[in-house]
């Protein structure tokens, strides 16, 4: 059962201070509840974790800290899967005023090496000794680090006289915690997100800058403190670090995490969460797993289905007042009895709200949970703009925006309907790139969010564009294309390259080959030089390993999983150049559309 909101669990962000500061009043106000629910291999169970509980751990891994050293200002990096350590980890750092640093688990070794020498970090944590063997080609480059750090125990000493276990480096008892004297708009981390040459730039993000996010976001949609969210969405990703992780202190909820997204399903029956963060492809997943089962099925079961879909949009649409009643929505308590509830079952039975963001929503895929009775908010931000700029609301959700601004935070139509964003959530800047800066933030404080928009009279505001080609992922990762179709176009064998991927799970490429190249690469691999091997599995593998060639100074979630190759160029005169030779994306995408439907199939 979901508590009613007592303004008395809520800690402001003004009494909050500054993100240790939020936590230590959490544990001061309700230290035997359940702050966190993890996962036990060892014992196959889940364990509860009190505020009291993790507090007691914090105070122990700053005591490790400052005998190794750190001080206030320093940084320090996190690799981990979301955890408990996570969060006691930046508790611990945060407390003591080092900076935070977190990585992405599946990130490319030599990304995280550029990330760990751009930022200066001292202590680097991650999951297990597996991880630590994928540094063997860059730890030259890992001189800076003054500790590395493994969760998993290690049966003696490590390779390197800086690598111990947390088993081993931890202190039994850590006394009380430690809270440095903070300024509210002092830096408190520096989030690394991809850039327009390949290497990321470190955003900065200050104490208030995050605080007053998620505030923010709980008077856009109400948490409350016996809330439980299930979190799967990467700490490293902002969204889920603001508003799944500081919020849910603010308000003091119980957060599970989830083992892997391949177990959600599994994870969901058990925890029976009342709230979901998500970035839109775990929707997707859950729609496509939906709609196969019904393929499969009788074709009554598919009507049924649309049937409670359509009435149930219906009456969402009457519930938000964009339009009359009708008699059709007479039938949704037997349509929910049939279909809606049981698919809700599926997903724990209890949730009341999913929010998505990070990427663009499917209208079709928001259609179809909103349909089913539950109410998706969909929002809109940067990683610059901690995330959250614009939201939807319960009572005024219109998914074809991302809603209006979240308090406190203001928008306007500026040169090319560029979509300008100010406010306290605004970061202090990119770490070391002062350039950088001056080209997302004007003198006046008004932050290019790089997106184009228009702004309804109600103020909701809709994303019409990108002001530079830039690829959103349904993951909610952004990939530069020009800077990855420039790299790949070094092998001669590629003549034209254009990059798919928005809204996808995945990276995809077009390309057109040379024809020299083509012949004596098809006759390399025992292939006639035609026009059919060039869509060969065969083949499609080979180009693949000559795309991944190029890439390696990129992100590894930049990752090119599919192709698709042709011989016949693309020129002005077959429509798909621009007079001044520039490729017209949209043209290129009509005319392989079949191409492209198959790179994707299934997902």
Same mark, same amino acid.
């Given at each position: 059962?979901?508590?009613?909101?007592?303004?008395?669990?809520?800690?402001?962000?003004?009494?909050?201070?500054?993100?240790?500061?939020?936590?230590?009043?959490?544990?001061?106000?309700?230290?035997?509840?359940?702050?966190?629910?993890?996962?036990?291999?060892?014992?196959?169970?889940?364990?509860?974790?009190?505020?009291?509980?993790?507090?007691?751990?914090?105070?122990?891994?700053?005591?490790?800290?400052?005998?190794?050293?750190?001080? *206030?200002?320093?940084?320090?990096?996190?690799?981990?899967?979301?955890?408990?350590?996570?969060?006691?980890?930046?508790?611990?750092?945060?407390?003591?005023?080092?900076?935070?640093?977190?990585?992405? %688990?599946?990130?490319?070794?030599?990304?995280?090496?550029?990330?760990?020498?751009?930022?200066?970090?001292?202590?680097?944590?991650?999951? %297990?000794?597996?991880? &630590?063997?994928?540094?063997?080609?860059?730890?030259?480059?890992?001189?800076?680090?003054?500790?590395?750090?493994?969760?998993?125990?290690?049966?003696?000493?490590?390779?390197?006289?800086?690598?111990?276990?947390?088993?081993?480096?931890? =202190?039994?008892?850590?006394?009380?915690?430690?809270? /440095?004297?903070?300024?509210?708009?002092?830096? *408190?981390?520096?989030?690394?997100?991809?850039?327009?040459?390949?290497?990321?730039?470190?955003?900065?993000?200050?104490?208030?800058?995050?605080?007053?996010?998620?505030?923010?976001?709980? @008077?856009?949609?109400? /948490?409350?403190?016996?809330?439980?969210?299930?979190?799967?969405?990467?700490?490293?990703?902002?969204?889920?670090?603001?508003?799944?992780?500081?919020? %849910?202190?603010?308000?003091?909820?119980?957060?599970?995490?989830?083992?892997?997204?391949?177990?959600?399903? !599994?994870?969901?029956?058990?925890?029976?969460? %009342?709230?979901?963060?998500?970035?839109?492809?775990?929707?997707?997943?859950?729609?496509?797993?939906?709609?196969?089962?019904?393929?499969?099925?009788?074709?009554?079961?598919?009507?049924?289905?649309?049937?409670?879909?359509?009435?149930?949009?219906?009456?969402?649409?009457?519930?938000?007042?964009?339009?009359?009643?009708?008699?059709?929505?007479?039938? &949704?308590?037997?349509?929910?009895?049939?279909?809606?509830?049981?698919?809700?079952?599926?997903?724990?039975?209890?949730?009341?709200?999913?929010?998505?963001?990070? *990427?663009?929503?499917?209208?079709?895929?928001?259609?179809?949970?909103?349909?089913?009775?539950?109410?998706?908010?969909?929002?809109?931000?940067?990683?610059?703009?901690? =995330?959250?700029?614009?939201?939807?609301?319960?009572?005024?959700?219109?998914?074809?925006?991302?809603?209006?601004? /979240?308090?406190?935070?203001?928008?306007?139509?500026?040169?090319?309907?560029?979509?300008?964003?100010?406010?306290?959530?605004?970061?202090?800047?990119? &770490?070391?790139?002062?350039?950088?800066?001056?080209?997302?933030?004007?003198?006046?404080?008004?932050?290019?969010?790089?997106?184009?928009?228009?702004?309804?009279? @109600?103020?909701?505001?809709?994303?019409?564009?990108?002001?530079?080609?830039?690829?959103?992922?349904?993951?909610?990762?952004?990939?530069?294309?020009?800077?990855?179709?420039?790299?790949?176009?070094?092998?001669?064998?590629?003549?034209?390259?254009?990059?798919?991927?928005?809204?996808?799970?995945?990276?995809?490429?077009?390309?057109?080959?040379?024809?020299?190249?083509?012949?004596?690469?098809?006759?390399?691999?025992?292939?006639?030089?035609?026009?059919?091997?060039?869509?060969?599995?065969?083949?499609?593998?080979?180009?693949?390993?000559?795309?991944? *060639?190029?890439?390696?100074?990129?992100?590894?979630?930049?990752? /090119?999983?599919?192709?698709?190759?042709?011989?016949?160029?693309?020129?002005?005169?077959?429509?798909?150049?621009?007079?001044?030779?520039?490729?017209?994306?949209?043209?290129?995408? !009509?005319?392989?559309?079949?191409?492209?439907? @198959?790179?994707?199939?299934?997902?």
């Amino acid at each position: 059962m979901v508590n009613s909101v007592d303004p008395a669990d809520v800690i402001s962000a003004e009494e909050a201070v500054t993100l240790d500061g939020l936590f230590r009043e959490r544990v001061k106000r309700t230290p035997e509840t359940v702050a966190y629910r993890d996962f036990n291999p060892q014992h196959a169970n889940w364990r509860d974790y009190t505020w009291a509980q993790i507090n007691h751990q914090v105070a122990r891994w700053q005591a490790a800290l400052e005998r190794d050293g750190l001080k *206030a200002g320093d940084r320090v990096a996190v690799m981990l899967r979301n955890s408990p350590e996570w969060v006691i980890f930046d508790q611990a750092a945060l407390g003591l005023g080092l900076i935070m640093v977190p990585l992405y %688990t599946q990130d490319r070794p030599d990304n995280v090496a550029y990330i760990l020498n751009d930022s200066g970090c001292k202590v680097l944590l991650f999951g %297990t000794l597996e991880q &630590w063997k994928t540094f063997s080609d860059v730890r030259n480059q890992l001189g800076g680090l003054v500790r590395i750090l493994t969760v998993e125990s290690m049966p003696g000493p490590g390779d390197d006289p800086r690598l111990k276990s947390i088993d081993r480096w931890l =202190p039994e008892n850590g006394g009380e915690t430690r809270h /440095v004297p903070r300024d509210p708009a002092a830096l *408190a981390t520096i989030v690394y997100t991809s850039g327009t040459t390949g290497r990321p730039k470190g955003v900065m993000l200050s104490h208030r800058n995050i605080l007053t996010n998620a505030a923010a976001c709980l @008077q856009v949609v109400p /948490v409350k403190s016996g809330d439980v969210l299930l979190s799967f969405l990467p700490l490293s990703h902002t969204f889920e670090r603001t508003c799944g992780y500081y919020l %849910t202190i603010m308000t003091g909820s119980t957060t599970a995490y989830a083992r892997s997204v391949q177990q959600l399903a !599994e994870d969901l029956q058990t925890i029976r969460p %009342t709230m979901l963060i998500s970035v839109p492809r775990i929707y997707e997943r859950v729609y496509a797993a939906i709609k196969a089962k019904l393929d499969d099925g009788p074709p009554l079961r598919k009507k049924l289905f649309q049937l409670a879909v359509d009435v149930g949009w219906a009456r969402f649409e009457h519930e938000q007042g964009r339009s009359g009643w009708t008699p059709g929505l007479l039938l &949704w308590p037997v349509l929910k009895a049939l279909v809606a509830s049981k698919i809700m079952a599926r997903l724990g039975g209890k949730l009341r709200t999913a929010f998505a963001g990070g *990427a663009a929503l499917s209208p079709d895929v928001s259609r179809v949970f909103i349909g089913l009775g539950l109410p998706v908010i969909q929002g809109y931000g940067l990683t610059e703009t901690s =995330p959250v700029a614009c939201a939807n609301r319960p009572g005024d959700n219109l998914p074809a925006s991302v809603g209006k601004t /979240v308090p406190g935070v203001e928008v306007k139509i500026g040169d090319k309907d560029a979509l300008l964003i100010k406010g306290p959530n605004i970061m202090l800047g990119y &770490w070391n790139n002062q350039e950088a800066t001056r080209a997302m933030i004007g003198a006046d404080g008004w932050l290019n969010s790089g997106d184009t928009a228009r702004i309804d009279e @109600q103020g909701h505001v809709f994303i019409t564009g990108r002001l530079k080609e830039v690829i959103v992922m349904s993951n909610g990762e952004k990939i530069p294309p020009v800077d990855i179709e420039a790299a790949i176009m070094r092998d001669s064998l590629f003549e034209q390259v254009m990059l798919i991927g928005e809204g996808k799970p995945y990276l995809s490429v077009m390309t057109v080959l040379n024809q020299d190249h083509w012949k004596k690469f098809a006759a390399e691999h025992n292939q006639p030089a035609d026009a059919g091997s060039v869509r060969s599995p065969e083949i499609e593998k080979a180009l693949l390993a000559r795309v991944a *060639a190029q890439m390696k100074q990129f992100p590894g979630y930049a990752q /090119v999983r599919r192709i698709t190759a042709t011989i016949e160029p693309w020129t002005v005169e077959n429509g798909l150049l621009t007079p001044t030779m520039k490729l017209r994306r949209s043209r290129v995408m !009509e005319k392989f559309q079949a191409e492209l439907d @198959q790179m994707y199939e299934g997902h």
